[in-house]
């Protein structure tokens, strides 16, 4: 297994959250406080909403590292707090449905998490899941799993299977890739 990466400064790093459709004034505090605690960020910055299939989507950038030290060491406590303001997010949207994006980028790679459209379990088993994946993540990028490094890494949520699906990668050329899990390798489209 290949150990966490250590963090490449001890600034402050950056956050930035982007709101499609709306919060409440409550909501958009808690995630402004929680972030502050640990990362540069202001308030929520808001768009219209293009996906109608739900009310709200939050998108959270990390300039971070998706790795074990983000949540075990820089983000611990905001990370537990975080996950159930978006839970509560959701919750109060009832069947208006709310998504989230939680993207982790650092100088070399982003990895992008998309809930999709969720109902309360599979949304909550979602979040709950995102912090789990890092060993198996840094597996997955290993040079001999993967012929070049990937610039961009998007999963998104399966209900059926309950878990984080369909990886996609994306090099600095451009290439795309998918991962066959069962082969555990990055085949080229």
Known sequence: ML???????????????????ELSPFEDEKIYRILREKFKVQHPTYSHLEDEQIATRVNIIFHYSYSIA???????????ELKEILKEIKHRRGHAGAGYTLTFKDDETRVIFTSGVLEDREYNSSIDQVSYLTSIFQQMLRPDVIEKPLATVETMFDMRSDRWDRFRGITQSNEQYVFDGAKFLWVKL
């Open 3 to 21: 150990p966490s990466p250590p963090a490449t400064t001890t600034e402050t790093p950056p956050a930035e959250v982007l709101v499609e459709g």
């Open 70 to 80: 983000f949540f075990n060491e820089i983000f611990q406590e905001g990370w537990r």
